[in-house]
């Protein structure tokens, strides 16, 4: 059994954090699928600004669009949506296999609508209808505002994944906004078996913290402390008589999931974080980088510890050291907003700007 596989086993699921039309195309994402045990896939803003500004694999879709009229985000939609539609095709047997619990392929939200709850629900509605797949989770970033879209979007019967998550507080406000969608799902008499999952960020947590003066013991421990103290609020959720009494009505849970799980010093294992965050029920996203190292010499020596182990031990360290960490969750989660925003600028210029060149081609 390859190494990829005994994480299944473990019942966690791995999903590509990449999507490009060359793979789809190559046959690369199929034997992903294959080969190392690849289950679904995630995308974002910054994946397709690269996929669409580094080929020419969508000249012909943005010439064919915009000829038609199309432009600006409706022209991307259009674009993203019919390489998730392939990816989603390649998914579903495994979808219907888990009986939706896997096989999932994600779409975001314009992300300058982080701050606005009721514009980011109506996005999510329209790529939801449009998209028409039985698999496609719609990204909305964790925000204060996102939360109260996520909790609507549940609500309306929308599959989503909350992105930008960074601590366990802000994990909780996501699972609190699911489990109140479920709720009102129950009571209006709808069907509870809508899918999420909750995506915190892991490695950024390192990077933020990696040019001040710590102890070489809390070197890049920092992003694995949170992460488990958020697995642990996981763990006690899914055992609360609030849980379990939705959970009998039919409802599904959310599972959290870990992204941002490449390690970005050269000088660390690539799979550090794959590694160290190995846990049942839940999901890694991680980039092509990440899954092949992973997949060449990965190594696992066990699960995450379901009480925390020494997280919290370690980050009493952090804090004694002077990092506050909800300050930081703040400050990341900040910046992951305003990072999406200007690749999701870049990529409406970058489309902008083909569409007027290859028009009159």
């Not at 500004?53 to 000249?59: I, S």
């Not at 989603?88 to 619990?101: D, K, S, V, W």
């Not at 989770?137 to 909350?162: D, H, L, M, Q, R």
């Not at 959970?247 to 970005?264: E, I, Y």
């Amino acid at each position: 059994m390859n190494i990829t596989a005994e994480l299944h086993k473990m019942q966690q699921s791995l999903w590509l954090d990449n999507i490009t039309r060359e793979i789809l195309d190559n046959g690369v994402l199929q034997k992903y699928i294959q080969e190392l045990s690849i289950t679904g896939l995630t995308s974002n803003p910054t994946i397709f600004d690269e996929a669409i500004g580094k080929t020419g694999a969508y000249d012909a879709g943005i010439r064919a669009k915009a000829q038609a009229g199309a432009h600006g985000e409706s022209l991307f939609v259009d674009l993203a949506l019919e390489d998730l539609r392939r990816a989603a095709a390649l998914f579903l047997p495994i979808h219907q296999a888990t009986g939706g619990r896997d096989g999932w392929v994600s779409m975001e939200v314009s992300p300058l609508l982080a701050d606005d709850a009721s514009a980011t629900l109506a996005a999510a509605a329209t790529i939801h209808a449009q998209a028409q797949l039985p698999n496609l989770y719609v990204k909305i970033p964790g925000t204060p505002a996102g939360i109260t879209a996520i909790e609507s979007a549940i609500f309306a019967g929308i599959p989503i994944n909350v992105t930008l998550l960074f601590s366990r507080e802000q994990y909780l406000a996501a699972a609190e906004a699911y489990l109140r969608g479920i709720e009102r799902r129950i009571a209006a008499g709808l069907d509870p078996a809508i899918s999420s999952v909750a995506s915190l960020f892991v490695s950024r947590w390192d990077r933020a913290v990696s040019t001040q003066a710590l102890p070489e013991a809390l070197r890049d421990r920092l992003g694995i402390a949170v992460a488990t103290r958020a697995y642990v609020a996981y763990r006690r959720l899914l055992d609360s008589p609030r849980w379990r009494k939705l959970a009998a009505a039919g409802a599904r849970p959310q599972r959290l999931l870990w992204a941002s799980t490449g390690t970005k010093d050269p000088k660390l294992n690539p799979s550090l974080y794959v590694e160290a965050l190995a846990a049942p029920d839940t999901v890694n996203t991680m980039p092509e980088k990440t899954l092949l190292a992973f997949a060449a010499s990965g190594k696992l020596s066990g699960s995450l510890p379901s009480d925390g182990g020494d997280c919290e031990s370690t980050l009493q360290q952090f804090k004694q050291a002077g990092v506050d960490i909800d300050a930081l969750a703040t400050t990341l989660q900040h910046e992951g907003a305003a990072s999406f925003v200007k690749s999701w600028q870049e990529l409406m210029d970058l489309i902008a700007t083909k569409s007027k060149a290859l028009a009159t081609k």
